[in-house]
Protein backbone atom coordinates (compact mmCIF):
# COMPACT_ATOMS: atom_id res chain seq x y z
CA UNK A 1 0.00 0.00 0.00
CA UNK A 2 1.76 3.21 -0.90
CA UNK A 3 2.07 5.67 1.75
CA UNK A 4 2.77 9.71 2.07
CA UNK A 5 5.02 10.07 4.98
CA UNK A 6 6.12 12.20 6.93
CA UNK A 7 9.43 11.82 8.68
CA UNK A 8 10.17 12.93 12.73
CA UNK A 9 14.20 13.24 13.38
CA UNK A 10 15.56 13.90 16.64
CA UNK A 11 18.62 14.74 18.92
CA UNK A 12 18.03 14.88 22.29
CA UNK A 13 21.08 18.06 22.85
CA UNK A 14 22.71 20.93 21.39
CA UNK A 15 26.05 19.81 21.10
CA UNK A 16 24.66 16.56 19.59
CA UNK A 17 23.05 18.76 16.66
CA UNK A 18 26.23 21.01 16.17
CA UNK A 19 28.21 18.01 15.93
CA UNK A 20 25.40 16.16 13.72
CA UNK A 21 25.87 12.73 15.20
CA UNK A 22 22.93 11.17 14.80
CA UNK A 23 20.25 13.05 12.38
CA UNK A 24 21.58 12.13 9.31
CA UNK A 25 21.42 8.26 10.64
CA UNK A 26 17.94 8.43 11.35
CA UNK A 27 17.30 10.01 7.88
CA UNK A 28 19.13 7.51 6.13
CA UNK A 29 17.38 4.32 7.84
CA UNK A 30 14.00 6.20 6.94
CA UNK A 31 14.45 6.66 3.55
CA UNK A 32 15.49 3.71 2.66
CA UNK A 33 12.52 1.81 5.24
CA UNK A 34 10.21 3.53 2.74
CA UNK A 35 12.08 2.93 -0.17
CA UNK A 36 11.24 -1.00 0.21
CA UNK A 37 7.74 -0.51 0.82
CA UNK A 38 7.22 2.06 -2.03
CA UNK A 39 5.88 4.93 0.51
CA UNK A 40 6.74 8.21 -0.23
CA UNK A 41 8.24 10.74 1.80
CA UNK A 42 6.51 14.20 1.82
CA UNK A 43 7.39 16.29 5.14
CA UNK A 44 10.31 16.22 7.42
CA UNK A 45 9.78 17.48 10.96
CA UNK A 46 13.82 18.08 12.51
CA UNK A 47 14.09 18.28 15.83
CA UNK A 48 17.78 19.60 17.23
CA UNK A 49 18.65 19.04 20.97
CA UNK A 50 15.08 18.55 22.62
CA UNK A 51 14.46 16.12 25.34
CA UNK A 52 11.55 13.61 24.41
CA UNK A 53 10.96 14.26 28.27
CA UNK A 54 8.30 16.52 27.64
CA UNK A 55 5.80 17.64 24.91
CA UNK A 56 7.48 21.77 24.93
CA UNK A 57 9.45 21.04 21.24
CA UNK A 58 8.80 23.00 18.52
CA UNK A 59 9.19 20.52 15.63
CA UNK A 60 7.12 17.94 17.45
CA UNK A 61 4.25 20.89 17.78
CA UNK A 62 4.38 21.75 14.24
CA UNK A 63 3.73 18.06 13.25
CA UNK A 64 1.10 17.56 15.47
CA UNK A 65 -0.56 20.35 14.12
CA UNK A 66 -0.40 19.49 10.38
CA UNK A 67 -1.60 16.24 11.34
CA UNK A 68 -5.31 17.91 12.69
CA UNK A 69 -5.19 19.73 9.25
CA UNK A 70 -7.85 18.39 7.02
CA UNK A 71 -5.45 19.18 3.88
CA UNK A 72 -2.40 17.35 5.30
CA UNK A 73 -0.16 16.02 3.03
CA UNK A 74 0.65 13.08 5.41
CA UNK A 75 -1.09 9.91 6.36
CA UNK A 76 1.77 8.04 8.79
CA UNK A 77 4.71 9.87 10.76
CA UNK A 78 7.74 7.53 10.32
CA UNK A 79 10.67 7.33 13.61
CA UNK A 80 13.54 5.67 14.14
CA UNK A 81 12.18 4.33 17.82
CA UNK A 82 9.69 5.19 19.97
CA UNK A 83 11.56 6.72 22.32
CA UNK A 84 12.41 9.33 19.33
CA UNK A 85 8.87 10.82 19.67
CA UNK A 86 8.20 10.22 23.10
CA UNK A 87 10.01 9.15 26.46
CA UNK A 88 7.38 9.91 28.28
CA UNK A 89 4.31 7.02 28.34
CA UNK A 90 1.62 9.17 28.59
CA UNK A 91 2.88 11.42 26.35
CA UNK A 92 3.17 8.78 23.62
CA UNK A 93 0.00 6.90 23.82
CA UNK A 94 -1.91 10.27 24.45
CA UNK A 95 -0.31 11.52 21.07
CA UNK A 96 -0.91 7.88 19.35
CA UNK A 97 -4.39 8.69 19.99
CA UNK A 98 -3.94 11.97 18.43
CA UNK A 99 -2.85 10.97 15.71
CA UNK A 100 -5.34 7.65 14.90
CA UNK A 101 -8.21 10.42 15.68
CA UNK A 102 -6.82 12.10 12.34
CA UNK A 103 -6.23 8.32 10.69
CA UNK A 104 -2.63 8.96 10.90
CA UNK A 105 -0.52 6.20 12.23
CA UNK A 106 2.66 6.51 13.78
CA UNK A 107 5.28 4.12 13.09
CA UNK A 108 8.90 3.15 14.27
CA UNK A 109 11.46 1.42 12.15
CA UNK A 110 13.33 -0.74 14.80
CA UNK A 111 9.84 -1.73 16.78
CA UNK A 112 7.29 -2.70 14.58
CA UNK A 113 4.71 -3.74 16.96
CA UNK A 114 1.23 -4.02 15.28
CA UNK A 115 -2.13 -2.90 16.15
CA UNK A 116 -3.19 -5.53 17.68
CA UNK A 117 -4.10 -5.98 21.19
CA UNK A 118 -0.32 -8.27 22.13
CA UNK A 119 1.53 -5.09 19.95
CA UNK A 120 -0.68 -2.59 21.82
CA UNK A 121 0.79 -4.09 25.09
CA UNK A 122 4.73 -4.62 23.60
CA UNK A 123 4.47 -1.18 22.95
CA UNK A 124 3.46 0.26 26.44
CA UNK A 125 5.98 -2.22 28.01
CA UNK A 126 8.69 -0.30 25.82
CA UNK A 127 7.33 2.76 26.57
CA UNK A 128 7.29 2.35 30.24
CA UNK A 129 10.98 0.98 30.11
CA UNK A 130 12.16 4.07 27.94
CA UNK A 131 10.60 6.22 30.44
CA UNK A 132 12.17 4.25 33.34
CA UNK A 133 15.79 4.57 31.57
CA UNK A 134 15.44 8.10 30.43
CA UNK A 135 14.71 8.88 34.28
CA UNK A 136 17.82 6.81 35.36
CA UNK A 137 19.89 8.30 32.77
CA UNK A 138 19.38 12.02 34.13
CA UNK A 139 19.85 10.81 37.95
CA UNK A 140 23.16 9.58 37.11
CA UNK A 141 24.06 12.47 34.85
CA UNK A 142 22.80 14.95 37.35
CA UNK A 143 24.97 13.28 39.75
CA UNK A 144 28.24 13.44 37.62
CA UNK A 145 27.33 17.20 36.98
CA UNK A 146 27.08 18.34 40.61
CA UNK A 147 30.70 16.33 41.47
CA UNK A 148 31.83 18.40 38.66
CA UNK A 149 30.35 21.77 40.29
CA UNK A 150 31.41 20.95 43.61
CA UNK A 151 34.88 20.41 41.66
CA UNK A 152 34.19 23.62 40.79
CA UNK A 153 34.22 23.61 37.18
CA UNK A 154 31.15 25.05 34.79
CA UNK A 155 28.21 22.35 33.43
CA UNK A 156 28.32 23.49 30.01
CA UNK A 157 25.14 26.26 29.52
CA UNK A 158 26.34 29.50 28.77
CA UNK A 159 27.85 31.61 31.16
CA UNK A 160 26.01 34.33 33.11
CA UNK A 161 26.33 37.55 30.97
CA UNK A 162 29.86 39.07 32.17
CA UNK A 163 31.98 35.97 32.06
CA UNK A 164 33.21 32.97 29.65
CA UNK A 165 33.90 29.93 30.06
CA UNK A 166 37.66 29.02 29.56
CA UNK A 167 39.38 25.44 29.65
CA UNK A 168 40.77 25.01 33.14
CA UNK A 169 42.04 20.95 32.30
CA UNK A 170 41.58 18.36 29.88
CA UNK A 171 40.63 14.52 31.27
CA UNK A 172 40.85 12.26 28.18
CA UNK A 173 38.41 13.64 25.65
CA UNK A 174 36.79 15.57 27.82
CA UNK A 175 37.49 19.24 28.40
CA UNK A 176 36.83 20.84 31.99
CA UNK A 177 36.14 24.63 31.78
CA UNK A 178 36.04 27.26 34.80
CA UNK A 179 34.31 30.60 34.81
CA UNK A 180 36.81 33.32 33.75
CA UNK A 181 35.67 37.25 33.80
CA UNK A 182 34.60 39.18 30.71
CA UNK A 183 35.64 42.67 30.75
CA UNK A 184 34.10 43.81 28.06
CA UNK A 185 30.83 42.58 29.74
CA UNK A 186 31.54 42.89 33.00
CA UNK A 187 32.21 46.49 32.89
CA UNK A 188 28.25 46.83 32.12
CA UNK A 189 27.11 44.16 34.84
CA UNK A 190 29.45 46.96 37.19
CA UNK A 191 27.83 50.21 35.48
CA UNK A 192 24.34 48.39 36.61
CA UNK A 193 25.12 48.19 39.96
CA UNK A 194 26.45 51.62 40.23
CA UNK A 195 23.43 52.95 38.90
CA UNK A 196 21.19 51.15 40.98
CA UNK A 197 23.22 52.65 43.94
CA UNK A 198 24.41 55.80 42.88
CA UNK A 199 22.81 56.50 40.15
CA UNK A 200 23.47 59.62 38.11
CA UNK A 201 23.35 63.03 39.33
CA UNK A 202 23.06 62.15 42.44
CA UNK A 203 19.63 60.29 41.79
CA UNK A 204 19.51 56.92 41.98
CA UNK A 205 17.92 54.60 39.03
CA UNK A 206 15.48 52.12 39.86
CA UNK A 207 15.76 48.91 37.65
CA UNK A 208 12.93 50.41 34.55
CA UNK A 209 15.25 53.45 34.42
CA UNK A 210 18.44 51.50 34.38
CA UNK A 211 17.48 49.65 31.44
CA UNK A 212 16.35 52.87 29.65
CA UNK A 213 19.65 54.07 30.39
CA UNK A 214 21.62 51.41 29.26
CA UNK A 215 19.50 50.92 25.48
CA UNK A 216 20.14 55.29 25.28
CA UNK A 217 23.36 55.10 25.75
CA UNK A 218 24.00 52.42 23.27
CA UNK A 219 24.73 49.66 25.52
CA UNK A 220 23.58 46.04 24.75
CA UNK A 221 23.28 42.50 25.83
CA UNK A 222 24.50 39.38 24.09
CA UNK A 223 23.94 38.56 20.45
CA UNK A 224 23.17 42.85 20.09
CA UNK A 225 19.98 42.59 22.46
CA UNK A 226 18.37 45.65 24.39
CA UNK A 227 18.12 45.64 28.09
CA UNK A 228 15.13 45.17 29.62
CA UNK A 229 13.74 44.89 33.01
CA UNK A 230 13.67 41.48 33.60
CA UNK A 231 17.12 41.43 32.63
CA UNK A 232 18.06 44.23 34.73
CA UNK A 233 17.02 42.66 37.80
CA UNK A 234 18.68 39.03 36.88
CA UNK A 235 22.04 40.76 36.65
CA UNK A 236 21.12 42.82 40.51
CA UNK A 237 20.05 39.54 41.96
CA UNK A 238 22.34 36.72 40.50
CA UNK A 239 24.81 35.73 43.77
CA UNK A 240 27.53 34.98 41.03
CA UNK A 241 28.51 38.05 40.65
CA UNK A 242 29.35 38.38 44.47
CA UNK A 243 31.55 35.04 43.96
CA UNK A 244 29.00 32.44 44.86
CA UNK A 245 27.36 30.65 42.49
CA UNK A 246 24.59 27.65 43.37
CA UNK A 247 24.22 24.91 40.85
CA UNK A 248 21.09 22.85 40.95
CA UNK A 249 19.09 25.46 42.18
CA UNK A 250 16.11 24.87 40.27
CA UNK A 251 14.58 21.94 38.42
CA UNK A 252 15.18 22.47 34.59
CA UNK A 253 11.58 20.92 33.56
CA UNK A 254 9.36 23.20 36.19
CA UNK A 255 11.54 25.77 36.75
CA UNK A 256 10.61 25.03 40.83
CA UNK A 257 12.91 25.75 43.52
CA UNK A 258 14.72 23.01 44.89
CA UNK A 259 15.04 22.72 48.41
CA UNK A 260 18.91 23.87 49.51
CA UNK A 261 20.14 20.92 50.76
CA UNK A 262 20.55 19.24 47.14
CA UNK A 263 22.42 22.85 45.97
CA UNK A 264 25.81 22.97 45.23
CA UNK A 265 27.71 25.86 45.92
CA UNK A 266 31.16 26.80 44.26
CA UNK A 267 33.35 30.31 44.17
CA UNK A 268 33.17 32.09 40.77
CA UNK A 269 35.80 35.17 40.06
CA UNK A 270 33.99 38.12 41.72
CA UNK A 271 32.89 41.06 39.98
CA UNK A 272 30.87 42.84 42.02
CA UNK A 273 32.49 42.76 45.91
CA UNK A 274 29.99 40.74 48.67
CA UNK A 275 29.11 43.69 50.87
CA UNK A 276 28.25 45.78 47.33
CA UNK A 277 26.15 42.93 46.34
CA UNK A 278 24.51 42.77 50.25
CA UNK A 279 23.31 46.67 50.14
CA UNK A 280 21.80 46.04 46.87
CA UNK A 281 19.92 43.24 48.25
CA UNK A 282 19.08 44.96 51.23
CA UNK A 283 17.91 47.77 48.91
CA UNK A 284 15.91 45.57 46.67
CA UNK A 285 13.93 43.69 49.38
CA UNK A 286 12.92 47.17 51.04
CA UNK A 287 12.50 49.28 48.44
CA UNK A 288 10.72 47.77 45.93
CA UNK A 289 6.77 48.67 46.04
CA UNK A 290 6.06 44.87 44.98
CA UNK A 291 7.67 43.25 47.50
CA UNK A 292 6.26 45.74 50.44
CA UNK A 293 2.66 45.22 51.73
CA UNK A 294 0.48 48.08 49.34
CA UNK A 295 -1.07 48.85 53.02
CA UNK A 296 2.46 50.39 53.98
CA UNK A 297 3.22 51.79 50.98
CA UNK A 298 -0.08 53.54 50.46
CA UNK A 299 -0.87 54.49 54.20
CA UNK A 300 -1.03 58.06 55.04
CA UNK A 301 0.76 56.92 58.51
CA UNK A 302 3.90 58.95 58.55
CA UNK A 303 5.99 56.14 59.79
CA UNK A 304 4.23 53.55 58.23
CA UNK A 305 6.64 50.91 56.93
CA UNK A 306 9.94 52.46 58.70
CA UNK A 307 9.05 52.85 62.54
CA UNK A 308 10.71 49.37 64.04
CA UNK A 309 10.54 48.19 67.43
CA UNK A 310 14.15 48.04 69.11
CA UNK A 311 13.47 44.64 70.93
CA UNK A 312 12.61 42.52 67.75
CA UNK A 313 12.74 44.49 64.79
CA UNK A 314 9.49 44.18 63.55
CA UNK A 315 7.38 46.90 61.99
CA UNK A 316 5.51 49.10 64.39
CA UNK A 317 1.81 49.35 63.09
CA UNK A 318 -1.14 51.93 63.76
CA UNK A 319 -3.41 50.66 66.99
CA UNK A 320 -6.00 52.97 68.28
CA UNK A 321 -8.55 53.39 71.08
CA UNK A 322 -11.32 54.93 72.32
CA UNK A 323 -12.82 54.75 69.29
CA UNK A 324 -10.13 56.47 67.09
CA UNK A 325 -9.73 58.96 69.28
CA UNK A 326 -6.25 57.77 70.75
CA UNK A 327 -3.56 56.92 68.03
CA UNK A 328 -0.60 54.67 68.67
CA UNK A 329 2.27 52.84 67.21
CA UNK A 330 2.37 49.79 68.81
CA UNK A 331 4.82 46.59 68.38
CA UNK A 332 3.29 44.31 65.43
CA UNK A 333 5.07 41.13 66.68
CA UNK A 334 3.76 41.31 69.94
CA UNK A 335 0.16 42.84 69.26
CA UNK A 336 -0.31 39.92 66.83
CA UNK A 337 1.59 37.00 67.60
CA UNK A 338 1.47 37.69 71.71
CA UNK A 339 3.93 38.53 74.22
CA UNK A 340 5.84 35.35 73.56
CA UNK A 341 7.37 37.02 70.06
CA UNK A 342 7.85 40.45 72.05
CA UNK A 343 6.85 42.06 74.77
CA UNK A 344 6.10 45.03 72.67
CA UNK A 345 6.28 48.96 73.02
CA UNK A 346 3.76 51.77 72.40
CA UNK A 347 3.69 55.26 71.67
CA UNK A 348 1.23 57.62 70.92
CA UNK A 349 1.36 58.10 66.91
CA UNK A 350 1.59 62.33 66.88
CA UNK A 351 4.40 62.16 69.64
CA UNK A 352 6.74 59.76 67.55
CA UNK A 353 5.75 62.42 64.44
CA UNK A 354 7.02 65.09 66.36
CA UNK A 355 10.26 63.60 67.49
CA UNK A 356 11.26 62.14 64.28
CA UNK A 357 10.43 65.84 62.25
CA UNK A 358 11.31 68.00 65.13
CA UNK A 359 14.88 66.29 64.91
CA UNK A 360 15.54 66.08 61.69
CA UNK A 361 15.13 70.12 61.43
CA UNK A 362 16.81 70.87 64.82
CA UNK A 363 19.65 68.35 64.64
CA UNK A 364 20.00 66.73 61.48
CA UNK A 365 19.19 68.99 58.48
CA UNK A 366 21.28 72.00 59.86
CA UNK A 367 23.18 74.12 57.97
CA UNK A 368 26.33 73.10 59.54
CA UNK A 369 25.47 69.27 60.03
CA UNK A 370 24.62 69.29 56.33
CA UNK A 371 27.97 70.72 55.14
CA UNK A 372 29.55 68.57 57.23
CA UNK A 373 28.12 65.51 55.70
CA UNK A 374 28.58 66.95 52.37
CA UNK A 375 32.40 67.39 53.47
CA UNK A 376 32.55 63.74 54.20
CA UNK A 377 31.56 62.60 50.64
CA UNK A 378 33.06 65.18 49.12
CA UNK A 379 36.40 63.15 50.80
CA UNK A 380 34.90 60.56 48.81
CA UNK A 381 34.59 62.13 45.98
CA UNK A 382 38.40 63.02 45.49
CA UNK A 383 39.35 59.70 46.37
CA UNK A 384 37.03 58.54 43.30
CA UNK A 385 38.60 61.33 40.93
CA UNK A 386 42.00 59.75 41.39
CA UNK A 387 40.86 56.08 41.29
CA UNK A 388 39.18 57.34 37.69
CA UNK A 389 42.17 59.03 36.32
CA UNK A 390 43.80 55.93 37.07
CA UNK A 391 41.43 53.63 35.59
CA UNK A 392 41.15 56.03 32.35
CA UNK A 393 44.68 55.32 31.90
CA UNK A 394 44.15 51.90 31.81
CA UNK A 395 40.91 51.80 29.59
CA UNK A 396 42.77 54.14 27.21
CA UNK A 397 45.66 51.35 26.60
CA UNK A 398 42.85 48.92 25.81
CA UNK A 399 40.84 51.06 23.51
CA UNK A 400 44.02 51.85 21.59
CA UNK A 401 45.00 47.52 21.61
CA UNK A 402 41.27 46.97 20.49
CA UNK A 403 41.75 49.93 17.92
CA UNK A 404 45.33 48.18 16.78
CA UNK A 405 43.71 44.85 16.55
CA UNK A 406 40.86 46.00 14.27
CA UNK A 407 43.32 47.48 12.35
CA UNK A 408 45.38 44.52 11.50
CA UNK A 409 42.28 42.62 10.70
CA UNK A 410 41.32 45.64 8.11
CA UNK A 411 45.14 45.44 7.05
CA UNK A 412 44.85 41.41 6.59
CA UNK A 413 41.67 41.61 4.64
CA UNK A 414 42.96 44.44 2.08
CA UNK A 415 46.07 42.52 1.36
CA UNK A 416 44.27 39.11 0.58
CA UNK A 417 46.13 37.59 3.63
CA UNK A 418 42.71 36.28 5.30
CA UNK A 419 39.38 36.46 3.33
CA UNK A 420 36.14 38.22 4.83
CA UNK A 421 34.04 35.17 6.07
CA UNK A 422 31.47 34.76 8.77
CA UNK A 423 33.63 34.30 11.93
CA UNK A 424 35.63 37.27 10.76
CA UNK A 425 32.54 39.35 10.58
CA UNK A 426 31.89 38.07 14.02
CA UNK A 427 35.23 38.77 15.52
CA UNK A 428 35.66 42.70 14.03
CA UNK A 429 32.15 43.01 15.28
CA UNK A 430 33.04 41.79 18.69
CA UNK A 431 36.14 44.18 19.00
CA UNK A 432 34.09 46.72 17.94
CA UNK A 433 31.67 46.30 20.85
CA UNK A 434 34.36 46.11 23.11
CA UNK A 435 36.33 48.95 21.82
CA UNK A 436 32.51 51.20 22.05
CA UNK A 437 32.37 50.09 25.85
CA UNK A 438 35.59 50.80 26.50
CA UNK A 439 35.25 54.57 25.07
CA UNK A 440 31.57 55.26 26.99
CA UNK A 441 33.43 53.84 30.06
CA UNK A 442 36.20 56.49 29.49
CA UNK A 443 33.43 59.25 28.82
CA UNK A 444 31.94 58.03 32.56
CA UNK A 445 35.24 58.49 34.47
CA UNK A 446 35.84 61.97 32.42
CA UNK A 447 33.14 63.46 34.78
CA UNK A 448 34.01 66.31 36.95
CA UNK A 449 34.94 65.08 40.52
CA UNK A 450 34.41 66.27 44.15
CA UNK A 451 31.04 68.58 44.82
CA UNK A 452 31.34 72.33 43.77
CA UNK A 453 32.22 74.97 46.56
CA UNK A 454 29.27 77.02 45.83
CA UNK A 455 26.97 74.10 46.62
CA UNK A 456 27.61 74.34 49.92
CA UNK A 457 27.66 77.71 50.81
CA UNK A 458 26.28 79.36 53.69
CA UNK A 459 24.04 80.99 51.67
CA UNK A 460 22.84 77.85 49.71
CA UNK A 461 22.56 75.69 52.94
CA UNK A 462 20.39 78.00 55.01
CA UNK A 463 17.49 77.81 52.28
CA UNK A 464 18.19 74.55 51.85
CA UNK A 465 17.62 73.28 55.53
CA UNK A 466 14.94 76.19 55.92
CA UNK A 467 13.18 74.39 52.80
CA UNK A 468 13.32 71.13 54.39
CA UNK A 469 11.99 72.16 57.76
CA UNK A 470 8.96 74.07 55.53
CA UNK A 471 8.34 70.83 53.49
CA UNK A 472 8.04 69.01 56.60
CA UNK A 473 5.44 71.51 57.79
CA UNK A 474 3.47 71.93 55.24
CA UNK A 475 1.31 70.04 52.55
CA UNK A 476 -0.53 66.65 52.80
CA UNK A 477 0.54 63.65 55.24
CA UNK A 478 0.50 61.86 52.06
CA UNK A 479 3.21 64.50 50.67
CA UNK A 480 5.10 64.71 54.04
CA UNK A 481 5.29 60.83 54.01
CA UNK A 482 7.29 60.98 50.93
CA UNK A 483 9.59 63.85 51.19
CA UNK A 484 10.39 62.32 54.61
CA UNK A 485 11.18 58.66 52.95
CA UNK A 486 13.77 60.41 50.31
CA UNK A 487 16.11 61.17 53.24
CA UNK A 488 14.87 58.38 56.15
CA UNK A 489 15.35 54.63 55.77
CA UNK A 490 14.82 53.81 59.45
CA UNK A 491 13.14 54.86 62.55
CA UNK A 492 14.33 52.69 65.55
CA UNK A 493 11.91 53.39 68.82
CA UNK A 494 13.69 52.10 72.31
CA UNK A 495 11.21 53.08 74.95
CA UNK A 496 12.91 51.71 78.09
CA UNK A 497 15.71 53.80 77.06
CA UNK A 498 14.13 56.80 75.89
CA UNK A 499 15.64 56.72 72.09
CA UNK A 500 14.50 56.78 68.91
CA UNK A 501 17.01 56.34 65.71
CA UNK A 502 16.97 57.41 62.76
CA UNK A 503 19.10 56.40 60.03
CA UNK A 504 19.64 57.42 56.22
CA UNK A 505 22.38 57.61 53.46
CA UNK A 506 24.34 60.37 53.16
CA UNK A 507 24.27 61.26 49.34
CA UNK A 508 20.44 61.88 49.60
CA UNK A 509 21.26 64.38 51.41
CA UNK A 510 23.72 65.72 48.27
CA UNK A 511 21.07 64.56 45.53
CA UNK A 512 18.40 66.66 47.34
CA UNK A 513 20.78 69.56 47.64
CA UNK A 514 21.94 69.14 43.97
CA UNK A 515 17.95 68.89 42.91
CA UNK A 516 17.46 72.21 44.78
CA UNK A 517 20.44 74.14 43.16
CA UNK A 518 18.70 73.30 39.76
CA UNK A 519 15.47 74.32 40.60
CA UNK A 520 14.61 71.25 40.36
CA UNK A 521 11.18 71.16 43.22
CA UNK A 522 9.11 68.14 41.43
CA UNK A 523 11.14 65.85 42.05
CA UNK A 524 9.48 64.32 45.33
CA UNK A 525 6.14 64.49 44.46
CA UNK A 526 7.37 62.52 40.72
CA UNK A 527 9.91 60.20 42.29
CA UNK A 528 8.23 58.00 44.76
CA UNK A 529 7.47 54.94 43.87
CA UNK A 530 10.17 54.74 41.65
CA UNK A 531 12.73 56.21 43.98
CA UNK A 532 15.93 53.79 45.69
CA UNK A 533 17.90 54.82 48.57
CA UNK A 534 21.25 56.08 47.40
CA UNK A 535 24.70 54.59 49.25
CA UNK A 536 27.97 55.20 49.26
CA UNK A 537 30.99 53.65 50.59
CA UNK A 538 30.52 55.26 54.13
CA UNK A 539 27.11 54.44 54.61
CA UNK A 540 25.22 54.35 58.28
CA UNK A 541 23.82 56.78 60.56
CA UNK A 542 23.31 60.22 59.54
CA UNK A 543 21.24 61.56 62.07
CA UNK A 544 21.60 61.89 65.96
CA UNK A 545 19.28 59.66 68.66
CA UNK A 546 16.46 61.91 70.04
CA UNK A 547 16.37 61.56 74.09
Known amino acids: MSRNV ?34 RIVQEFVERGASATTDN ?8 ADARNSDRKFDAVLVHSYSRFARDA ?51 TLRAMKENARQGFWNGSPPPFGYQGIEAERRGEKIKKRLSILESEART ?22 ASHLNRTGQR ?50 IIPPEKFALVQERLNSRQPKKQNPRLTNSPVLLSGIAVCSKCGGRMMLRTGKHGRYRYYTCAGQATKGKDICQGQSIPLRALDDIVIKTLGDVAFTPSRVKELIAELNTHETASGKNAKSNASRLKKEQSQAEKKIGNLYAAIENGTV ?17 DNIIREIGKLSRPYGIPKKLISNDNLEVFCAGFKNQLAAGSPEFKKAYLRLFVDRVEV ?31 LTSVQEWRAIGDSNSGSLYASRR
Not at 25 to 38: F, L, N, P
Not at 237 to 264: D, I, L, M, Q
Not at 495 to 512: D, F, H, W, Y
Request: proline residues 3%; positive net charge; glycine residues 6%.
Open 6 to 39: ALYLRVSTARQAEKDLSIPDQRKQAEAYCKRRGW
Open 57 to 64: RPAFQDMI
Open 90 to 140: FDLEFYIRELRKRDVELISITQETGNDPMGEMVRKIMALFDEYQSKENAKH
Open 189 to 210: VRTIFDLYLFGTAGHSLGVKAI
Open 221 to 270: FRDNARFSTGLVYRTLTRETYAGRHHFNKSCVRTRKVKPPSEWVEFDTPV
Open 419 to 435: ELDAQLKSRINELKFSR
Open 494 to 524: DIPNKEVRMTGQKSAVLGALTAKSLGDTDSV
